[in-house]
């Protein structure tokens, strides 16, 4: 059937493709390549760019192209399926629209399942200033770190892309320094019980120091006592070192002038209050010490 690609495990309502098309998905699966910018499809084409646009809109409604911003569309590979927008590609697609960038917080959380939340949103941390936008079904947030915390994330293979992604460490970290973005304290504490478990320990202690907040390392290493994290002595030493001699009361939860009810109160080894409801934190209690893999000796 000369000029159509169809095959028996794809839906030929969607995944059929006329002789244009073909040369795209052909072209681009035969090189390897995942994405192509606008110009690209229509140097490929050869035609007009207007005739270039009407093809790449039928792919994009056949299931075939997804736009990842302006000008720059993915390509979902044909064992994918029609329905290939799944979170994986979500991620991919929200991952080509800043740079440089790193998906992070809650959305970081979930990919490596430290949490079993999964909010419809994708977190994009990038010193670029853009708007929120929409992908899929889902919604792009756009979080603009301090220079002193655009770090700590490394390159994972999601279906084929290179999506960059904070480790497990700068993730639990960032979900401790902004909890809204987490889920709230409760999840971070979750998050980091869960994380823990897989520490490098030397490496999370260098990146406390080198975001260089006491407060945070109070509030890190509070919650690290409190889900049973396994932390080593040397590095409970060097946290305990870069608190900082000042005598501040850092905070867990929100403002001063929030009144938060049942509060657990002051805890002097952290130097930290703890304004937040026992009850935000009971379910992360020893969570980290509880399931961890013991070593047989």
């Known amino acids: 059937m000369g000029g159509f690609i169809t095959g028996n495990d794809m839906e030929p309502r969607a995944r059929s493709l006329s002789t244009q098309e073909s040369k795209v998905v052909l072209a681009l699966t035969e090189r390897g390549r995942r ?58 697609i929200a991952s080509r629209i800043a740079d440089p960038y790193y998906i992070g917080f809650s959305t970081a959380a979930a990919h490596y399942g430290l949490t079993t939340q999964h909010r419809n949103v ?46 497990r460490e700068k993730t639990a970290i960032d979900c401790i320094d902004r909890p809204i973005l987490a889920g709230g304290v409760g999840e971070a504490a979750t998050i980091l019980a869960t994380a823990s478990r897989r520490f490098e320990w030397t490496k999370a202690a ?24 396994d932390m080593p002595a040397a590095i409970r030493e060097r946290l305990t070192r870069l608190t900082g001699s000042g005598s501040t009361r850092a905070r867990l939860g929100p403002p001063h002038y929030h009144t938060v009810q049942d509060a657990i109160g002051y805890d002097k080894t952290w130097r930290l209050f703890v304004n937040v409801p026992r009850e935000e934190l009971h379910g992360s209690a020893g969570l980290g010490r509880r399931k961890a893999v013991r070593k047989e000796s």
Request: without cysteine.
């Open 206 to 229: 260098d990146y406390l120091e080198r975001i260089g907040s006491g407060a945070l390392v109070r509030r890190f290493g509070w919650l690290a006592d409190h889900v049973n994290a």
């Open 35 to 92: 994405e192509a910018t606008r110009a690209e499809i229509v140097d490929l084409l050869g035609g007009s760019a207007k005739a270039a646009d009407h093809v790449i809109e039928s792919l994009r409604r056949k299931g075939w192209l997804q736009r990842a911003t302006w000008g720059e569309y993915l390509l979902i590979p044909p064992e994918q399926g029609p329905d290939a927008l799944g979170n994986s590609n979500l991620l991919a």
């Open 122 to 167: 994708i977190f994009v941390v990038t010193p670029v200033r853009l708007r929120a936008r929409e992908v899929g079904e889902a919604r792009v947030r756009i979080v603009n770190p301090s220079a002193n915390k655009f770090f700590g994330f490394e390159p994972v293979d999601v279906l084929g892309y290179k999506v960059m992604i904070s480790d």
